[in-house]
T-cell receptor, first 114, second 121 residues
């Protein structure tokens, strides 16, 4: 069974700082990878996803993630965060051996100070 | 387009009472998922359905929890009797299925409802 590990549980940044959230998964086969965002009091929304092709994926709101297969990683990045990026961020992996049913990481709480 | 619709948005009940959460998936989606979100455990998959059939309920914590999907447009998650430790946000999500055993380019992504925040006193 696949598992997902998010290393940073809480991140606090000032506006304009750069962001990188770590995500590692354990599964040796084909995977689809996702980052979801949950703004305070709201439901989870898709930020970006990787299925195949270019390992550098661009998402909404200036976010991007890079799939590094050799490291089983799918880290989320943003060069300059805004106060409105304050939210919970979830990495998820859907593996071929798991019928592509997503497994979510514990989430990373990001607080951006204005 | 209507997204995944859940009700109620908030429920406060007393220990021992029955709780029923409802979900209407996106039309045309043939997978439906129930997740529970808590501070301690994060986002846990409770059960999922494919074409209205429960496929994996190994995440359902106890026999007090049950889920049904009588048709393609409606699912319920029931807790009877409820306990304070059941307090959480319960999310329903849906998605397109797989075609021929391979994922279509737009599959895999889940569409979540607004969630039902349950408080059991």
């Amino acid at each position: 069974a696949q598992s997902v590990s998010q290393h940073n549980h809480h991140v606090i940044l000032s506006e304009a700082a750069s962001l990188e959230l770590g995500c590692n998964y354990s599964y040796g086969g084909t995977v689809n990878l996702f980052w979801y965002v949950q703004y305070p009091g709201q439901h989870l929304q898709l930020l970006l996803k990787y299925f195949s092709g270019d390992p550098l994926v661009k998402g909404i709101k200036g976010f991007e993630a890079e799939f590094i297969k050799s490291k089983f990683s799918f880290n989320l990045r943003k060069p300059s965060v805004q106060w409105s990026d304050t939210a919970e961020y979830f990495c998820a992996v859907a593996a071929s051996g798991g019928s592509y049913i997503p497994t979510f990481g514990r989430g990373t709480s990001l607080i951006v100070h204005p | 387009d209507a997204g995944v619709i859940q009700s109620p948005r908030h429920e406060v009940t007393e220990m021992g009472q029955e709780v029923t959460l409802r979900c209407k998936p996106i039309s045309g989606h043939d997978y439906l998922f129930w997740y529970r979100q808590t501070m301690m455990r994060g986002l846990e998959l409770l059960i999922y359905f494919n074409n209205n059939v429960p496929i994996d309920d190994s995440g359902m914590p106890e026999d007090r929890f049950s889920a049904k999907m009588p048709n393609a447009s409606f699912s319920t998650l029931k807790i009877q009797p409820s306990e304070p430790r059941d307090s959480a946000v319960y999310f329903c999500a849906s998605r397109n299925g797989l075609a021929g055993g391979y994922p279509r380019p737009n599959t895999g992504e889940l569409f979540f409802g607004e969630g039902s925040r349950l408080t059991v006193l």
